[in-house]
């Protein structure tokens, strides 16, 4: 079964500093993989995608993240954060024709000024 | 970009009354929507499918008949939670796919509060 598996619950860095935030999935054929943000009683915003390609991927505010099949991973990652970015952070794939998403259960960023 | 208006954000309603809530496409045609939940602090879990024109389709451990789903034009699809209890109080999200892309948008979620 598939299934998306985001091993941190919570993360805390200081500003400026580098982030990863891991992903890892399990899928029979080639993922859709996407990570999603969600700010505390909002909905989702897509941050950035991967269907194919180039394995790193570029997303808005700076995220950025890089498809490794070997290791069934989609780490997310921004070269330095700012405050703005402490949110709820969520990887999932498309499964079911590519209609459903499974979503992992999410890693809460806290940024330190 | 692709839009999703959902209403209301946040309602609260007494114990055995029924809640609807509302799911627009505000741009493209949806023929499908998803109805999502999120309990606290937890992820997202896929409540059903929502098909224009059709039934939807419910996800395993999901009671259609008291969360009725109606997608009745290309871009609405209602959640009715009926004879709703406290423990139906939770975060509900719907959201479209592009069909070219298969990448999903999502609502600004709605808030039940059920007391």
């Known amino acids: 079964a598939q299934s998306v598996t985001q091993p941190d619950i919570h993360i805390t860095v200081s500003e400026g500093a580098s982030l990863e935030l891991r992903c890892n999935y399990s899928y029979g054929a080639t993922p859709y993989l996407f990570w999603y943000v969600q700010s505390p009683g909002q909905g989702l915003q897509l941050l950035l995608k991967y269907f194919s390609g180039d394995t790193l991927v570029q997303g808005i505010k700076g995220f950025e993240a890089e498809f490794k099949r070997s290791q069934s991973s989609f780490n997310l990652r921004k070269p330095s954060v700012h405050w703005s970015d402490a949110a709820e952070y969520f990887c999932?794939?498309?499964?079911?024709?590519?209609?459903?998403?499974?979503f992992g259960a999410g890693t809460r960023l806290a940024v330190h000024p | 970009g692709a839009v999703v208006s959902q209403h209301p954000s946040w309602v609260i309603c007494k114990s055995g009354t029924s809640v609807k809530i509302e799911c627009r496409s505000l741009d493209f045609q949806a023929t499908t929507m998803f109805w999502y939940r999120q309990f606290p602090k937890q992820s997202l879990m896929l409540m059903a499918t929502s098909n224009e024109g059709s039934k939807a389709t419910y996800e395993q451990g999901v009671e259609k008949d008291k969360f009725l789903i109606n997608h009745a034009s290309l871009t609405l699809s209602t959640l009715t939670v009926t004879s709703a209890h406290p423990e139906d109080s939770s975060f509900y999200i719907c959201s479209k796919k592009n069909n070219r892309h298969a990448e999903a948008f999502f609502g600004q979620g709605t808030r039940l509060t059920v007391v």
């Open positions: 999932a794939v498309g499964s079911g024709g590519y209609n459903k998403l499974i």
